[in-house]
């Protein structure tokens, strides 16, 4: 009865998992201790370059864990090459922090590329998180992909 009781456990938490944790990969059996956990590509409004519409551009980076990580050294990149390195930052356990594409000032949830040109492509690119050694940690896609 044990063993029922067990898998009817598992499969109501399966169920309550929220829809965007549920289909983030679904190739993959658990998500990373840090991962992406969403991604604003296409800026609202007109694409005018301005700081403001570059800085509605840009990708969360969320610690499940509740220790904190140091993430002086890890790296979010583009399918172009574009890469951000985050210096002298802590995540705290349980916590996301936000990377925008434009020129800011960095703080505890919001940090800054600060480029003057928008990163992410509207119609499909990848956003891809690395660590410190330049392992790949995770990453998020949208748009086709496939060779027209």
């Known amino acids: 009865m044990t063993a029922v009781a067990a898998v009817a456990a598992a499969a109501v938490g399966a169920v309550a998992l929220p829809a965007a944790a549920a289909d983030h990969h679904p190739a993959r059996p658990h998500r990373p201790v840090v991962y992406i ?41 583009d399918e172009d090459g574009h890469t951000y390195t985050f210096r002298h930052y802590r995540l705290d356990g349980r916590s996301t922090v936000r990377v925008h594409t434009g020129i800011g000032r960095d703080s505890r949830t919001d ?37 027209d």
């Open 37 to 77: 956990s969403a991604v604003q590509a296409d800026s609202p409004g007109r694409d005018d370059r301005s700081n403001r519409s570059l800085n509605r551009e840009w990708v969360d980076i969320t610690n499940g864990s509740r220790r904190a990580v140091n993430l002086d050294g890890w790296s979010l990149s």
């Open 111 to 147: 940090v800054f590329q600060d480029r003057r040109n928008y990163v992410w492509d509207n119609d499909h690119d990848t956003a891809t998180l690395y660590n410190d050694h330049g392992r790949f940690v995770d990453d998020a896609s949208w748009g086709h992909h496939g060779r």
